[in-house]
């Protein structure tokens, strides 16, 4: 764990204030922090807590009020909202709640979505990697399934998928299990383990300690402060959990 | 993001919603081909009017009695009795921009043969006529300078005349007609005209020497008209100044001098140009109107694609949103709603054109409509759809590329 990492992310002393009405909020209070290459960090806290407003910041869809933030080296504070636009197509995959697929669309076009603003990727090639996607996330067999068609877990897999295809520096996950029943939650953290044992920077944001054991290391925020960081020495895995789990008589 | 791409995106957006953009694009369709039916209703009446004005004659000048205000008050001009052979004489020795001139009288009343009868009138004119009218002799022969100098009673049947007096089909000519209690003798069939395009019967005529009908019939001397060919088409002003100077000096009216403000000319002198001119202006003028009214339901269609289109951002907000977290910058957005309008509008406007045509080739074989069909107008309708698609496009595009995606992202 000593030999030398590559910083993904760095934050230093990132403070981001909204004015609402006449009064001033203070979302995030200066928050630092470095997230290197191959970590699965779960950044946990109560709603109201900041970390909406710190997942808008890390990806990038948001700019901090004061302080500094390096995306594999790029600092955005300083940028425009379309270099904002391209730098997250290229560095940043999405996972969201509610899996925010298009609807009436099959598997492969939602996951060709993120090339598909990436002019240097021609339609072959983005067709290629669609699947090649899908089929690391388990659904090499339902390339042609409409996002309607599927179940929940399924739909996040298409989502996961979509994070995946533009070979991102960081996976940012909304409360990624938060819709989903235990089982499925379950399958989806192993699969995030599997990209984790893969390599992949991941950041999961939940507001359920649970995930946190299946983490590298877990972040905490209270009134957008940190307020511990600490690295998971015992990483439960997801597999055996889900082994755990009681057989689902409803299907 | 490229173009073909987002034709595909703009594409299934517009199929996804399959009969809200049919019917969006319903405004447009309606707008365009009633944009076009009306253009070529309008410009096909102009030119049908203008060819009828051209069947009238050649380069034709009529000459009628009274002049348009006599004394304040607007006369009858068939009651006016100041046109006389000897004007049309005159005309005939000195005009040089004239290449035929015919005196014209005409009576009206019940044509005769056998058990049969017609209702219609006949006209006095001489040899001049035909070429002036531009009427042919389809059998028999035209009547001659003796036949004028003798009054003699001699006519040539209209088309329709020697239908309803010979409908056995016998040959007319050398039979006798009695027109009241006249008689006059067939000499010849009138080529057939058919109706122009107000609906009036042309071939509904019987021609005979002017004197004869002056003499035996109306027992009038003055006549109803003169009616002259110019000899070519830029000659025709000069005809008429022309002929106004010459009828001035016969009718002794004064010029108009220091004192005394000159006599009105007591007759009237309107040259086929002038006519043509008249109704080519009026036929504009209801083109423009009828093409505004297409042109106005076409605004509406267009309202009706921003309508849509505004109603589409706010219930794609979420989809704008992915797609801006994925990659999309605001120009991307921006061109993905644009493309989606102006492929909604320019549709519409193939399906209108089309439409419109089809109206037009309805209107053409069903009602026997004049209608001319304009290049321009199909070219300008595309011009305009796409100009819609952008226009009324543009703002709720905007309003989506401006959109922020934390916001988007999150829209319920």
Same mark, same amino acid.
């Given at each position: 764990?000593?030999?030398?990492?590559?910083?993904?992310?760095?934050?230093?002393?990132?403070?981001?204030?909204?004015?609402?009405?006449?009064?001033?909020?203070?979302?995030?209070?200066?928050?630092?922090?470095?997230?290197?290459?191959?970590?699965?960090?779960?950044?946990?806290?109560?709603?109201?807590?900041?970390?909406?407003?710190?997942?808008?910041?890390?990806?990038?869809?948001?700019?901090?009020?004061?302080?500094?933030?390096?995306?594999?080296?790029?600092?955005?504070?300083?940028?425009?909202?379309?270099?904002?636009?391209?730098?997250?197509?290229?560095?940043?995959?999405? $996972? *969201?709640?509610?899996? !925010?697929?298009?609807?009436?669309?099959? #598997?492969?076009? @939602?996951? &060709? =979505?993120?090339?598909?603003?990436?002019?240097?990727?021609?339609?072959?090639?983005?067709?290629?990697?669609?699947?090649?996607?899908?089929?690391?996330?388990?659904?090499?067999?339902?390339?042609?399934?409409?996002?309607?068609?599927?179940?929940?877990?399924?739909?996040?897999?298409?989502?996961?998928?979509?994070?995946?295809?533009?070979?991102?520096?960081?996976?940012?996950?909304?409360?990624?299990?938060?819709?989903?029943?235990?089982?499925?939650?379950?399958?989806?953290?192993?699969?995030?383990?599997?990209?984790?044992?893969?390599?992949?920077?991941? $950041? *999961?944001?939940?507001? !359920?300690?649970?995930?946190?054991?299946? #983490?590298?290391? @877990?972040? &905490? =925020?209270?009134?957008?402060?940190?307020?511990?960081?600490?690295?998971?020495?015992?990483?439960?895995?997801?597999?055996?959990?889900?082994?755990?789990?009681?057989?689902?008589?409803?299907? | 993001?490229?173009?073909?791409?987002?034709?595909?995106?703009?594409?299934?957006?517009?199929?996804?919603?399959?009969?809200?953009?049919?019917?969006?694009?319903?405004?447009?369709?309606?707008?365009?081909?009633?944009?076009?039916?009306?253009?070529?209703?309008?410009?096909?009446?102009?030119?049908?009017?203008?060819?009828?004005?051209?069947?009238?004659?050649?380069?034709?000048?009529?000459?009628?009695?009274?002049?348009?205000?006599?004394?304040?008050?607007?006369?009858?001009?068939?009651?006016?009795?100041?046109?006389?052979?000897?004007?049309?004489?005159?005309?005939?020795?000195?005009?040089?921009?004239?290449?035929?001139?015919?005196?014209?009288?005409?009576?009206?009343?019940?044509?005769?043969?056998?058990?049969?009868?017609?209702?219609?009138?006949?006209?006095?004119?001489?040899?001049?006529?035909?070429?002036?009218?531009?009427?042919?002799?389809?059998?028999?022969?035209?009547?001659?300078?003796?036949?004028?100098?003798?009054?003699?009673?001699?006519?040539?049947?209209?088309?329709?005349?020697?239908?309803?007096?010979?409908?056995?089909?016998?040959?007319?000519?050398?039979?006798?007609?009695?027109?009241?209690?006249?008689?006059?003798?067939?000499?010849?069939?009138?080529?057939?005209?058919?109706?122009?395009?107000?609906?009036?019967?042309?071939?509904?005529?019987?021609?005979?020497?002017?004197?004869?009908?002056?003499?035996?019939?109306?027992?009038?001397?003055?006549?109803?008209?003169?009616?002259?060919?110019?000899?070519?088409?830029?000659?025709?002003?000069?005809?008429?100044?022309?002929?106004?100077?010459?009828?001035?000096?016969?009718?002794?009216?004064?010029?108009?001098?220091?004192?005394?403000?000159?006599?009105?000319?007591?007759?009237?002198?309107?040259?086929?140009?002038?006519?043509?001119?008249?109704?080519?202006?009026?036929?504009?003028?209801?083109?423009?109107?009828?093409?505004?009214?297409?042109?106005?339901?076409?605004?509406?269609?267009?309202?009706?694609?921003?309508?849509?289109?505004?109603?589409?951002?706010?219930?794609?907000?979420?989809?704008?949103?992915?797609?801006?977290?994925?990659?999309?910058?605001?120009?991307?957005?921006?061109?993905?709603?644009?493309?989606?309008?102006?492929?909604?509008?320019?549709?519409?406007?193939?399906?209108?054109?089309?439409?419109?045509?089809?109206?037009?080739?309805?209107?053409?074989?069903?009602?026997?409509?004049?209608?001319?069909?304009?290049?321009?107008?199909?070219?300008?309708?595309?011009?305009?759809?796409?100009?819609?698609?952008?226009?009324?496009?543009?703002?709720?595009?905007?309003?989506?590329?401006?959109?922020?995606?934390?916001?988007?992202?999150?829209?319920?």
């Amino acid at each position: 764990m000593n030999k030398e990492r590559k910083t993904v992310i760095e934050l230093q002393n990132v403070k981001r204030n909204f004015i609402v009405g006449e009064e001033t909020v203070h979302a995030l209070k200066g928050v630092s922090f470095k997230i290197y290459e191959g970590e699965f960090v779960t950044i946990m806290g109560k709603s109201g807590s900041g970390k909406s407003t710190l997942l808008n910041q890390l990806g990038c869809l948001d700019t901090p009020t004061s302080g500094e933030y390096y995306l594999d080296g790029n600092s955005v504070r300083t940028m425009s909202k379309s270099e904002r636009a391209v730098l997250r197509n290229r560095k940043i995959g999405f $996972i *969201f709640q509610n899996y !925010n697929l298009l609807p009436k669309t099959t #598997s492969v076009e @939602n996951v &060709e =979505l993120p090339l598909m603003y990436n002019s240097g990727v021609s339609a072959k090639e983005r067709h290629e990697r669609a699947v090649e996607a899908l089929t690391a996330v388990g659904l090499g067999d339902r390339l042609n399934h409409k996002s309607n068609q599927m179940s929940g877990g399924q739909m996040q897999r298409v989502a996961i998928a979509r994070a995946l295809v533009n070979n991102p520096a960081v996976i940012l996950a909304d409360e990624a299990t938060g819709n989903l029943d235990t089982r499925t939650s379950f399958e989806i953290l192993v699969l995030f383990q599997k990209l984790h044992a893969e390599g992949r920077t991941i $950041i *999961f944001v939940t507001h !359920n300690p649970d995930i946190a054991s299946y #983490s590298s290391r @877990n972040i &905490e =925020l209270r009134d957008g402060r940190i307020i511990s960081d600490k690295l998971n020495d015992n990483i439960l895995s997801a597999a055996e959990g889900l082994a755990a789990l009681p057989a689902n008589t409803d299907e | 993001m490229n173009i073909s791409t987002l034709f595909k995106i703009a594409l299934r957006a517009i199929f996804a919603n399959k009969t809200r953009s049919f019917l969006t694009a319903l405004g447009i369709i309606i707008g365009i081909a009633s944009v076009i039916t009306m253009l070529a209703i309008g410009e096909g009446t102009k030119q049908s009017i203008k060819s009828n004005i051209s069947e009238m004659g050649s380069n034709m000048i009529m000459i009628s009695p009274g002049a348009d205000r006599f004394g304040g008050v607007q006369q009858s001009a068939s009651s006016m009795e100041t046109l006389k052979l000897t004007d049309y004489q005159a005309l005939k020795d000195e005009c040089k921009y004239i290449r035929a001139i015919s005196p014209t009288v005409s009576a009206s009343g019940q044509f005769i043969y056998g058990n049969n009868n017609a209702p219609s009138s006949v006209t006095g004119a001489n040899a001049d006529y035909l070429e002036i009218r531009q009427l042919k002799v389809a059998d028999g022969e035209m009547f001659t300078d003796t036949d004028i100098k003798t009054s003699a009673k001699v006519c040539l049947l209209g088309n329709t005349v020697a239908e309803n007096l010979f409908p056995d089909g016998a040959d007319p000519i050398g039979k006798v007609v009695r027109f009241n209690s006249i008689p006059f003798r067939v000499i010849g069939v009138m080529e057939k005209k058919g109706y122009n395009s107000m609906g009036m019967d042309q071939d509904d005529y019987v021609l005979a020497p002017y004197t004869s009908v002056m003499k035996r019939i109306l027992a009038q001397n003055y006549l109803h008209m003169i009616v002259a060919s110019a000899t070519t088409e830029g000659v025709t002003e000069k005809a008429t100044e022309e002929m106004t100077s010459i009828l001035r000096r016969t009718h002794k009216l004064k010029d108009a001098s220091d004192e005394t403000a000159g006599d009105e000319d007591d007759f009237n002198i309107r040259s086929q140009e002038e006519l043509s001119n008249m109704m080519d202006s009026t036929m504009t003028m209801l083109t423009v109107l009828l093409g505004s009214v297409a042109g106005i339901s076409l605004i509406v269609g267009g309202i009706g694609i921003m309508n849509i289109m505004y109603v589409s951002v706010t219930e794609r907000t979420r989809e704008i949103g992915l797609r801006m977290s994925v990659g999309a910058r605001g120009i991307d957005i921006l061109n993905q709603f644009l493309i989606e309008s102006v492929l909604l509008s320019v549709t519409g406007g193939v399906i209108g054109v089309l439409l419109g045509l089809g109206v037009c080739a309805f209107l053409n074989q069903v009602i026997h409509l004049p209608i001319s069909i304009q290049v321009w107008s199909i070219i300008m309708s595309f011009a305009v759809c796409t100009f819609t698609g952008i226009f009324f496009g543009w703002y709720p595009a905007k309003k989506a590329a401006q959109l922020d995606p934390i916001e988007a992202i999150r829209y319920e």
